[in-house]
């Protein structure tokens, strides 16, 4: 009896102790525990640092259905109770000269209902073209298909809908899709889980990082800029090239070859019919022109909530998903304290009921906060001007792209460590051609002069913020708290009002439910921040 006394007590410790061994292992920090101490993971040298565009003729992006037919189909959130659904139709025309298509040939109709097959309500919107035009000999102009955009509107909250769009007059609709609306804005209801991509473009990184993003299953795909990297392209086509100025340093524009917009479209639709995708405009973007037009391929092609959050811009806007509110702002417009962008966002914040959406999510393309030296500062006259407003208004998290690395901040404010600022998280690792970004600003040699990181719009603003007063710190900034030089995606899973899950997967790593680069509970402490939140006079 004693041996057996004796050997049920071992049983019952080595099972604590296993247990309290998968309790540590399964251990996933919270900001609480921060601000932790800086963390790199260097460029594993076994891979390679970029890879090539896929072709136009890749089965993911060629045209696979007649030309009256929809294709490039998308989803984005109008309101709570309201879905945008665009989507194109004809052929888009390539060449010296090139006639638009008429969009009034073709109605943008979307047939949707509860049940599969069965359409109870009928949606018509607008329609549009664009066109890239070169006042420059040599190079080849561009006109798309019809571009339709329809807003369906009185939908049920946490709802399945199946529909059809096109034009029925011409026999012409596509085959049937589905989506799920989210519950209502509360505090107790949140999407299941929301992709972020960074600067995604059209590699074999992009594909791996897209198979991993689907596998995850997300309910909403938010894309903070660079979207196809179309303008790395003469307007032949040709091949992409990792860097445009360098390898056509005698072009009289930056051109882009703008069927590479529809090859993404393509590329996308198998997620983007399904779920909603929120896109905020990158450099890629700009896309200058004759008559110095830009952005025209951007705003053509995406519906976003503009007017909807009160916005006159699709530049920026807001939007709530559950219990998260969305500011996504443009930092390739006017951000001065003086604009309409930055009255825009003054307005929205002080709107914001905290008991109905207490999570507030901001994104934006280019990083406030970055320790690469690519971009490095790049936009600090922006962060000067717009940071004090929300920090005021208790910004939980911050997502960014552009620096084509992985990089997470510990809560920082004006390049201080506070416990009420933000979680800045950069996503720029999609998997685009220009490959993925290893130097750090802090490592030898690797500073870049003040003169370097121009930005595309707005001025040069740098701080000297090191510890030492000199333009870049000797080692890892105390703000940065993690950051690894791979191509990936991440998933933010609200849990409440109070935690939220961040997780960031790399590329190079088998897809697995477990598997992850980077992982951590950002948790949110109103009752101590939203309380002695800095008084600013606004």
Not at 74 to 96: E, F, H, K, N, Y
Not at 134 to 162: A, C, K, M, Q
Not at 414 to 423: E, Q
Not at 427 to 435: A, H, Q, S
Request: with cysteine; net charge negative.
């Amino acid at each position: 009896m004693g041996t057996l006394k004796i050997w049920l007590s071992l049983m019952v410790f080595m099972i604590c102790a296993d247990n309290a061994l998968l309790s540590a292992e399964q251990h996933i920090p919270t900001t609480l525990e921060g601000p932790f101490e800086p963390v790199t993971r260097r460029f594993d040298p076994s891979l390679r640092k970029g890879s090539d565009d896929l072709p136009m003729y890749h089965p993911k992006l060629t045209k696979k259905v007649p030309s009256i037919f929809p294709e490039q189909i998308a989803l984005a959130i109008s309101s709570p109770t309201s879905m945008w659904v665009s989507w194109v139709t004809g052929d888009a025309q390539i060449g010296p000269k090139v006639t638009p298509l008429d969009p009034s040939t073709v109605a943008s109709e979307v047939w949707f209902g509860k049940e599969s097959g069965r359409y109870t309500s009928v949606q018509r919107g607008m329609s549009t073209v664009y066109s890239q035009l070169y006042p420059f000999e040599g190079l080849l102009n561009y006109t798309s298909g019809i571009i339709h955009h329809v807003r369906i509107e009185g939908l049920e909250p946490d709802t399945r809908y199946y529909y059809k769009c096109g034009d029925s007059s011409l026999s012409a609709m596509s085959n049937e899709h589905f989506f799920r609306t989210f519950l209502l804005p509360s505090p107790n209801s949140y999407p299941h889980r929301i992709a972020v991509v960074g600067d995604l473009g059209l590699t074999s990184n992009t594909s791996t990082t897209f198979d991993h993003l689907i596998r995850n299953d997300p309910s909403m795909l938010l894309m903070v800029g660079d979207l196809t990297y179309a303008n790395q392209y003469l307007t032949t086509g040709s091949k992409g090239v990792s860097c445009f100025s360098c390898a056509f340093p005698d072009a009289p524009i930056s051109e882009t070859y703008q069927p590479r917009w529809d090859g993404w479209g393509r590329f996308m639709e198998p997620l983007t019919s399904r779920i909603p995708m929120m896109v905020i405009e990158g450099n890629h973007e700009i896309e200058p022109q004759a008559g110095g037009v830009t952005f025209e391929s951007y705003r053509a092609r995406f519906s976003v909530p503009s007017q909807e959050s009160g916005s006159q811009s699709s530049f920026y806007y807001s939007f709530n998903a559950g219990g998260i509110h969305f500011i996504m702002l443009g930092a390739y417009v006017d951000y001065n304290t003086t604009g309409a962008q930055y009255a825009w966002l003054r307005e929205d914040l002080r709107r914001l009921d905290r008991s109905v959406t207490p999570w507030l999510v901001a994104a934006w393309h280019p990083p406030w906060y970055n320790s690469y030296s690519s971009h490095y500062q790049e936009f600090d006259c922006m962060r000067q001007e717009m940071e004090a407003l929300l920090y005021q208004y208790g910004v939980d998290i911050v997502f960014a792209g552009h620096v084509h690395a992985y990089e997470r901040m510990n809560r920082i404010y004006n390049y201080s460590l506070d416990p009420c600022g933000p979680v800045y998280i950069t996503v720029g690792d999609g998997g685009n051609i220009e490959k993925v970004d290893v130097d750090h600003a802090d490592d030898p040699g690797k500073c870049p002069s003040p003169g370097d990181n121009s930005p595309e719009f707005g001025g040069v603003c740098h701080l000297n913020i090191s510890s030492k007063g000199t333009f870049c710190w000797d080692k890892q900034p105390e703000w940065s708290a993690f950051r690894e030089s791979s191509f990936g995606h991440g998933i933010l899973e609200v849990v409440n009002s109070t935690y939220a899950l961040w997780t960031w997967h790399r590329n190079q790593d088998i897809y697995q439910d477990d598997s992850h680069g980077d992982q951590i509970y950002i948790v949110r402490q109103p009752h101590i921040c939203l309380t002695n939140s800095k008084q600013l006079p606004f």
